[in-house]
């Protein structure tokens, strides 16, 4: 049998990323707009992206800090970060502004950046109601943050305790339960409505939980929610690749400097915009299903947010090429994800 040696594909988006801010983004954007067309911009930044006038900005540096060669060719889709204080008036703005494109609920502690985050959903009732209204799409962060509940655990009680009710509220609002890493997670969306999908990264496609203690303790394969257990990353494979629209690709690349990783308390958070779509293209190829990886990267997304399909493409070749051990990242070191490893197929 031949075995496929080049892809093309409609030029794919990001719909969950980290780009960070200054320096630091000047370093990482350049890996995300070459590959992708949009990518929708987290804003858990320090301070956190409140506004749609902190998004205006935030945009625009993002378009300056583009290099020339794929200025006009990536477009960032904002996102307001949800607080316990988020009125009405602001997610009116937001969608009016027509550069804000969802709002993204951090509960309070769940991850980087996250201590502005909600304490209690029903503060965001009003909010929530207005993002109904107005159909601006609710992204969520799904996990609990009680201290008491085993972090493994965090997303399966995070689906009963917060989303399904929220779901049941608010049964107009559009929402994506961001990188998911549960069966049950994985299930409950794909029972749910269709105002309800998911993004899947790639790290949570090739790992499971042994990747942070092989041989000793890894930092690099900590992000949060963490990987899980090897028939929850079969689950996620099998939504992934299952031709379900409600699936679709956001990379959750999320840059630290190396020091802050291998570090006592490291910090939450896996680099992979380096390699992203070929490190996706590896999980479907594995998973028998490479023709199923245009419509979870390129089409499941753009439908679901309600944005044209792109319809540039882009091709991968089946060339073994080396991944980097280290990143330059203004100056501090970036480890990207299967760093000094191969990957079989590389974006031309
Ligand atoms: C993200 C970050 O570093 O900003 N970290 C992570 O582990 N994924 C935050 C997040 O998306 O949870
Ligand atoms: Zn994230």
């Known amino acids: 049998m031949n075995t496929l040696q080049e892809l093309t594909l409609t030029r794919p988006d990001d719909f969950h990323l980290h780009v960070r801010d200054d320096a630091q983004m000047q ?27 902190l998004a205006a900005a935030y945009r625009d540096r993002i378009l300056s800090a583009l290099p020339d060669a794929l200025k006009h060719r990536f477009e960032p889709l904002m996102t307001l970060y949800l607080t316990d204080d988020t009125a009405p008036p602001e997610i009116l703005r937001a969608k009016n502004s027509g550069i804000v494109h969802g709002v993204k609920l951090y509960p309070a502690g ?34 609990v943050t009680d201290p008491s509940i085993d972090i493994f655990d965090r997303e399966k009680i995070f689906i009963d305790t917060v989303l399904t009710p ?17 069966q049950e997670a994985a299930d409950f969306v794909a029972a749910a409505p269709d105002t309800l999908a998911a993004t899947i990264t790639a790290h949570h496609l090739r790992y499971n939980r042994n990747a942070i203690f092989q041989g000793g303790i890894r930092p ?21 690749t299952s031709g379900s629209k409600k699936f679709f690709l956001g990379t959750d690349s999320a840059p630290h400097p190396c020091a802050l990783k291998e570090n006592d308390c490291g910090c939450a958070g896996i680099f992979t915009a380096h390699a992203a779509i070929e490190l996706y293209a590896e999980a ?4 028998g299903a490479l023709d199923r990886l245009e419509a979870f990267a390129s089409f499941n997304g753009a439908d679901f947010y309600r944005l044209p399909r792109n319809t540039a493409r882009i091709t991968l070749r089946k060339t073994p090429w080396q991944i980097p051990e280290r990143i330059d990242f203004a100056g501090d070191m970036l480890i990207p994800l299967a760093a000094g490893e191969m990957l079989g197929w590389k974006m031309l």
Request: glycine fraction near 2%; aromatic fraction near 8%.
């Open 27 to 53: 370093a990482v954007l350049p890996f995300s707009a070459r590959q992708f067309a949009r990518a929708i911009i987290m804003p858990n930044l320090k301070p956190p992206v409140v506004t749609t006038a």
């Open 110 to 143: 769940a991850t980087t950046n996250s201590a502005a985050g909600v304490t209690d959903i029903a503060r965001c009732y009003a909010a929530l109601e207005a993002m109904e209204k107005n159909d601006m799409p609710l992204l969520v962060h799904g996990e």
């Open 166 to 182: 929220v779901i049941r509220r608010f049964p107009g609002l559009r929402v994506v339960f961001e990188h998911i890493t549960t």
């Open 220 to 240: 690099h394969y900590y992000c949060l929610p963490v990987l899980k257990r090897e028939h929850h990353r079969q689950a996620l494979t099998r939504a992934a």
């Open 284 to 287: 479907f190829e594995q998973a």
